[in-house]
């Protein structure tokens, strides 16, 4: 008996680490301008190609984002990528700035058509 409950506890916690490290894997998520899922990026090699044109762009000197437009796209990036963790907003034209309740700064992406690709939008 005693055996038998120790496997089922050795089971289950097996399994909620499982589930908690699959919950840390690297993602990007794309949420459309009007909030409907729009695509999920977990391909490693994708990911760090997006990293890299996140962490290229420059600082702007525009003061409001939503000002450049309404089609603004919300990325997510997940837990797994610590230097982009939360979410951004971005439009087309390769402005980007991460969401806060505070006034952000504005960055622009080198290539956005580039960007825009790799993001599937």
């Not at 702007?60 to 450049?68: C, F, G, I, Q, T």
Request: proline share 5%; glycine share 6%.
């Amino acid at each position: 008996m005693k055996n038998t409950i120790l496997s089922i506890f050795g089971f289950l916690l097996v399994f909620l680490l499982a589930g908690a490290f699959a919950d840390n894997a690297p993602s990007v998520k794309v949420w459309s301008p009007d909030f409907t899922h729009h695509h999920m990026i977990d391909d490693p090699e994708k990911i760090k190609l997006i990293v890299s044109a996140w962490s290229s762009a420059e600082k702007e000197n525009k003061a409001n984002l939503p000002s450049l437009g309404r089609e603004l796209y919300k990325i997510d990036f997940s837990s797994a990528l610590p230097t982009h963790n939360g979410r951004w907003l971005y439009n087309k034209e390769g402005y980007l700035r991460f969401l806060s309740k505070t006034q952000t700064q504005v960055f622009k992406a080198n290539e956005p058509g580039k960007l825009n690709e790799l993001l599937g939008i």
